[in-house]
């Protein structure tokens, strides 16, 4: 069973860079999934932010493309999030996810990383 | 890409039955069978009740079932227990600007 775990600081500056990782375990980031970010704000819903195939193909959203980056490290089986000119809008719970499965597996989401922008 | 339509709230005494329903469009809902639906309780991440319109997950209680009638995607729980006291979100996969969206949410009361 594929398990993903969220890293990363919890506080960052208001026009700093948020980064956090995702680590892969029990299966190979490698495997033909898309692999994605997905923010919480507090009290509010979900919005997908982005999404990376192990080939290094990436789809973003475009409210937020011109300042999300989406990396995969094999090496290490995991990928990352950065998000630039962080503001308090950024606030939020970060997941990393597998939205759709491949071969028809069910999805499946880390547990979520809280990340608030505050100076 | 505009997010999937939901009731904000639904209400159910326990062991009624009750229904959350997910509207789209032909990009989304009604174009492919990829609907999936999540409950999250306050704190905790989303947990997946169905995946692919009507496929639940091994491990998920069989009162939770999934359907779709052209745009719109429906949750049933069936026997409501106060367990079931939570929000709940569906997503699709979409053909425009983003390849997912999310719904709006629905918060499910056991009165």
């Known amino acids: 069973q594929v398990q993903l775990q969220e890293s990363g600081p919890g506080l960052v500056k208001p026009s700093g860079t948020l980064s956090l990782t995702c680590a892969v375990s029990?299966?190979?980031?490698?495997?033909?999934?898309?692999w994605s970010w997905v923010r919480q704000p507090p009290g509010k819903g979900l919005e997908w932010i982005g999404e990376?195939?192990?080939?290094?193909?990436?789809n973003y959203n475009p409210s937020l493309k011109s300042r999300v980056t989406i990396s995969v490290d094999k090496s290490k089986n995991q990928f990352s999030l950065k998000l630039s000119s962080v503001t308090a809008a950024d606030t939020a719970v970060y997941y990393c996810?597998?939205?759709?499965?491949?071969?028809?597996?069910?999805?499946?989401w880390g547990q979520g990383t809280l990340v608030t922008v505050s100076s | 890409q505009s997010a999937l339509t939901q009731p904000a709230s639904v209400s159910g005494s326990p062991g009624q039955s009750i229904t959350i329903s997910c509207t789209g469009t032909s990009s989304d809902v009604g174009g492919y069978n990829y609907v999936s639906w999540y409950q999250q309780h306050p704190g905790k991440a989303p947990k997946l009740m169905i995946y692919d319109v009507s496929n639940r997950p091994s491990g998920v209680s069989n009162r939770f079932s999934g359907s779709k009638s052209g745009n719109t995607a429906s949750l049933t729980i069936s026997g409501l227990q106060a367990e079931d006291e939570a929000d709940y979100y569906c997503s699709s996969y979409t053909s425009s600007s983003t390849p997912y969206v999310f719904g709006t949410g629905t918060k499910v009361t056991v009165l």
């Open positions: 990376i195939y192990h080939s290094g193909s990436t």
């Open positions: 029990g299966g190979s980031i490698s495997s033909s999934n898309w």
């Open positions: 996810a597998v939205l759709i499965a491949a071969a028809g597996t069910a999805p499946y």
